[in-house]
Nanobody, 121 residues
Framework: QVQVAESGGGLVQAGGSLRLSCAAA??????????MGWYRQAPGKERELVAT???????DYADSVKVRFTISRDNAENTVLLQMNNLQPEDTGVYYC?????????????WGQGTHVTISA
């Protein structure tokens, strides 16, 4: 059973910073993840990509966060961090972590429960 858990959300004022953390855990000593990433869903809107990072170091960011957010990961621990600086009210939403896990034949996606981020003006 693969589990994905996020932490680090909260309430900050505009211009502040938060760091989100996500850990993926699974069965077996050789459990590993491929890409891991962050998505967010603002009230009344669809879930959107924030940032992703593959196990080989390839990153992908939403244009709106490129110069403010940084994604990083620890492959050995199957964790991914999202450092968010200069937060703005439009960054408010529920932030979800996704882990791509290789199987014998393909890949599977696993999602965390989400962590709330609220930015006050």
């Amino acid at each position: 059973q693969v589990q994905v858990a996020e932490s680090g959300g909260g309430l900050v004022q505009a211009g502040g910073s938060l760091r989100l953390s996500c850990a993926a855990a699974g069965p077996g000593r050789f459990f590993r993840t491929d890409a891991m990433g962050w998505y967010r869903q603002a009230p009344g809107k669809e879930r959107e990509l924030v940032a992703t990072l593959t196990s080989r170091g390839r990153t992908d960011y939403a244009d709106s966060v490129k110069v403010r957010f940084t994604i990083s990961r620890d492959n050995a621990e199957n964790t991914v961090l999202l450092q968010m600086n200069n937060l703005q009210p439009e960054d408010t939403g529920v932030y979800y972590c996704k882990a791509i896990v290789p199987t014998m034949e393909t890949f599977r996606e696993y999602w965390g429960q989400g962590t709330h981020v609220t930015i006050s003006a």
